[in-house]
């Protein structure tokens, strides 16, 4: 059983940054895992992928490149999302997300809101 804890969200102006963290707790370390994903979901849209890292591997949506920052401290069992010169587009509830076929496990989310 794992269980993903999120935090770090909160209201920020645009130009500002966050990072987000999320914590596996449980007896599986992350590094098993076949990928560690961040997606978001804003108000009356679809839930969407936004980063992912896979191995030494990382991928972004194109609406973060190069503002966005995944990573992962295999020690502390976390990962994290960087996120620098935020736009009030980024507005948004995220959630983190482990795979480990067959099982996906889901985040609680926290709130990411950023002021123009």
């Known amino acids: 059983q794992v269980q993903l804890v999120e935090s770090g969200g909160g209201l920020v102006q645009a130009g500002g940054s966050l990072r987000l963290s999320c914590a596996a707790s449980?007896?599986?370390?992350?590094?098993?895992?076949?990928?560690m994903r961040w997606y978001r979901q804003a108000p009356g849209k679809q839930r969407e992928l936004v980063a992912s890292?896979?191995?030494?591997?990382?991928n972004y949506a194109d609406s973060v490149k190069g503002r966005f920052t995944i990573s992962r401290d295999n020690a502390k069992n976390t990962v994290y999302l960087q996120m620098d010169s935020l736009k009030p587009e980024d507005t948004a509830v995220y959630y983190c997300n482990a795979l480990r076929v067959p099982l996906n496990y889901w985040g609680q989310g926290t709130q990411v809101t950023v002021s123009s």
């Open positions: 890292i896979t191995g030494g591997n990382t």
């Open positions: 449980g007896s599986i370390s992350i590094s098993t895992f076949n990928a």
